[in-house]
């Protein structure tokens, strides 16, 4: 009891006249004047008194005491004798012990970057990209298939550039189911329509064909859904088809080992990432892409950086040619545009702003 009047009674002399507290304060810091050295002390007392929030923030002390220290200091000017912390609010001898021991072994490392997967929860990307594959890469092309249309952007990395963004029609015969043999040759027309890219990108489809509402079992919306998905399978195959060297067998009637691997060239991005991102998903709900799309256009004018890492550009003319097309069309144009921006973003320039607001958005 009588300690907790002497810390108040030194607290309140202290502000009146810091001269006069040298008899009480000398009593109660007498623990932590016993406990280190003159040179300790001194290292102690410069970081106290040098350091920035950013770099106090690496030792043992919460952000709430470091405010209150800032806040000391400004009033009183810098710590005379490392006795001095226990005139500021919320330190006591232990607190102060474990700020002076943490600063006499040293700064804490400041953290590496996380891998994207550590810190937004599952599995954002399939199969997983490697890190060789992303250093090779130099240009992907995203890929995005509705019921009605195949939309295409052609990503330059180094530059950040978007080369091509096109849309292409698909035509159903009134009254006609699609065969197989139609929905093949829908597949062909748009795989070789398709540029050549490093890497190709598409949003990972659902694993059923039910339908989402009060009618998942719909027999007319299970056919749509099937026949989307049976050209899908069959544009990713014509795909790497055609990524993959095919190379007749030789006299004996033997393929190489090289003839016989395999290599990924479609990935597959977590639908709802572009819709978070963007602000584009209002509940479980996708909602129009044009007034995002087109705040993105009108800042994708110059070549720039943005905290070391490059914005995306366009042309005018993909901008115009956009701009031209009806509600439907832009804004399927809008959906694969924001499918590729956030797969550069995450996945090859591991934007860590972007990272953090889809954390925030509950992915």
Excluded at 59 to 87: A, C, M, N
Aim: aromatic share 8%; proline share 4%; net charge positive.
């Amino acid at each position: 009891m009588w300690l907790r009047t002497l810390t108040n009674s030194r607290k309140v002399l202290f502000k009146l006249n810091r001269c006069s507290m040298s008899v009480p304060y000398r009593l109660f810091s007498q623990v932590l004047d016993k406990t280190y050295t003159d040179e300790q002390k001194e290292k102690i007392l410069q970081v106290m008194n040098d350091a920035d929030d950013d770099i106090l923030s690496r030792y043992d002390i919460t952000k709430s005491k470091r405010k209150k220290v800032f806040q000391w200091k400004d009033t009183y000017g810098h710590l005379k004798t490392i006795s001095d912390i226990e005139l500021i609010d919320g330190f006591s001898d232990k607190t102060a012990k474990k700020l002076f021991d943490s600063i006499l072994t040293g700064p804490t490392e400041q953290q590496p970057v996380p891998k994207v997967s550590s810190k937004i929860k599952g599995q954002i990307l399939q199969p997983n990209l490697s890190e060789s594959v992303r250093q090779k890469c130099r240009t992907v092309l995203t890929v995005y298939v509705s019921v009605n249309s195949v939309c295409w952007a052609l990503i330059d990395k180094e530059n950040y550039e978007v080369v091509e963004w096109n849309y292409h029609s698909i035509d159903y015969p009134d009254g006609k189911r699609l065969q197989i043999t139609d929905i093949m040759q829908i597949a062909w027309n748009v795989t070789h329509s398709l540029p050549s890219a490093d890497i190709y990108v598409m949003k990972a489809e659902a694993t059923t064909l039910r339908a989402g509402g009060s009618d998942p079992n719909n027999p007319k919306v299970l056919a749509v859904n099937l026949q989307k998905s049976q050209m899908i399978s069959m544009i990713v195959a014509l795909i790497n088809a055609r990524s993959n060297q095919i190379n007749n067998p030789n006299e004996d009637g033997e393929t190489s080992v090289s003839e016989k691997s395999f290599r990924q060239k479609v990935y597959f991005l977590r639908p709802s990432l572009p819709y978070r991102l963007y602000g584009t998903l209002v509940g479980n709900e996708r909602v129009s892409t044009d007034q995002t799309v087109e705040i993105l256009l009108q800042n994708m004018s110059e070549n720039s950086t943005e905290n070391f890492l490059p914005k995306p550009t366009i042309t005018e003319e993909l901008k115009s040619d956009f701009r031209s097309r009806n509600e439907l069309e832009r804004d399927m144009l809008g959906h694969c545009l924001l499918l590729a921006l956030t797969f550069m973003d995450l996945c090859m320039y591991k934007n860590q702003d972007s990272i953090q607001k889809l954390i925030k958005r509950g992915e």
